[in-house]
C-alpha cells in the first residue's frame, strides 16, 4: 500500500513562512509528478504547485515569486516552502503524487493545516 504522509504546518503571522515535508513510502515502484493542493473553508481544493521527476515546476498564479516546490527523489519526498504568507494562503494543504505501483495511480496525503494570521 502507498501513503503520503504530510508535515511541517502550522499558524504564522503574516509574512512569516513555513516549510511542508511530504513522504511516500510503500511498495512504489516509480513516483512520477508530485504536487501540493490547498482547500480554504468554503471553496474548491485548487492546484498550489507541481513537480515532475527530472525537477520542473508549475506554480499557480497567487504564490508565484512566494512559494517554492522542491523534491529529494531518492527520499521520495516533496517539499513546499512558504514564504511572505498572507491571511488568504490559509487553507488545509494536500500532497499529491502519481506513483506507479503495480499500474499508475494518484494518491493523496492527508492533509495539513497552515494558518496565517494578520
Known amino acids: 500500500q502507498v501513503q503520503l504522509v504530510e508535515s511541517g504546518g502550522g499558524l504564522v503571522q503574516a509574512g512569516g513562512s513555513l516549510r511542508l515535508s511530504c513522504a511516500a513510502s510503500?511498495?512504489?515502484?516509480?513516483?512520477?509528478?508530485m504536487g501540493w493542493y490547498r482547500q480554504a473553508p468554503g471553496k474548491q481544493r485548487e492546484l498550489v504547485a507541481t513537480?515532475?521527476?527530472?525537477?520542473?515546476?508549475h506554480y499557480a498564479d497567487s504564490v508565484k515569486g512566494r512559494f517554492s516546490i522542491s523534491r529529494d527523489n531518492f527520499k521520495r519526498t516533496v517539499y513546499l516552502e512558504l514564504n511572505s504568507l498572507k491571511p488568504e494562503d490559509t487553507a488545509v494543504y494536500y500532497c499529491?503524487?502519481?506513483?506507479?505501483?503495480?499500474?499508475?495511480?494518484?494518491?493523496w496525503g492527508q492533509g495539513t493545516q497552515v494558518t496565517v494570521s494578520s
Open positions: 513537480i515532475s521527476s527530472a525537477g520542473s515546476t
Open positions: 499529491n503524487a502519481n506513483i506507479v505501483v503495480i499500474s499508475m495511480g494518484d494518491y
Open positions: 510503500g511498495s512504489i515502484r516509480r513516483v512520477n509528478d
